[in-house]
């Protein structure tokens, strides 16, 4: 995502029924180092079908408008220490290697 992005990933926001899961959330951000914010309304894919057809109608005046709709509902901070991380990291890529031979 960084790469793509071109800057650094300061926080990631989840949506979906597995955002729900706290323990996934929490892993997330350990694996990650970085903060991982759940919103409040975790179906949010319909919902931002819904602003954008909003938007290009005129019903709501701009982006800042419906941004200003998000609301985060809980934030997991990562506790994991780095050298761990790296190690899960290092088999969760040796796992990805062994599935695709």
């Given at each position: 995502m960084?790469a793509?992005?071109g800057?650094?990933l300061?926080?990631?926001?989840?949506?979906?029924?597995a955002?729900?899961?706290?323990l996934?959330?929490?892993?997330?951000?350990?694996?990650?180092?970085k903060?991982?914010?759940?919103?409040?309304?975790?179906e949010?894919?319909a919902l931002?079908a819904?602003?954008?057809?909003?938007?290009?109608?005129?019903?709501?005046?701009?982006?800042?408008?419906?941004?200003?709709?998000?609301?985060?509902e809980?934030?997991?901070?990562?506790h994991m220490?780095?050298?761990?991380?790296?190690?899960?990291?290092?088999?969760w890529?040796?796992?990805v290697?062994?599935?695709?031979?």
């Open positions: 960084q793509d992005a800057e650094p300061r926080e990631l926001r989840v949506d979906g029924g955002a729900v899961n706290d996934l959330m929490q892993f997330q951000s350990d694996i990650l180092g903060p991982i914010v759940r919103p409040v309304d975790v949010t894919t931002g819904a602003y954008l057809a909003g938007l290009a109608t005129g019903f709501w005046k701009n982006v800042a408008e419906v941004e200003s709709f998000w609301r985060a809980r934030r997991f901070e990562p220490h780095a050298e761990k991380r790296e190690r899960y990291f290092g088999e890529k040796n796992a290697a062994r599935a695709r031979k």
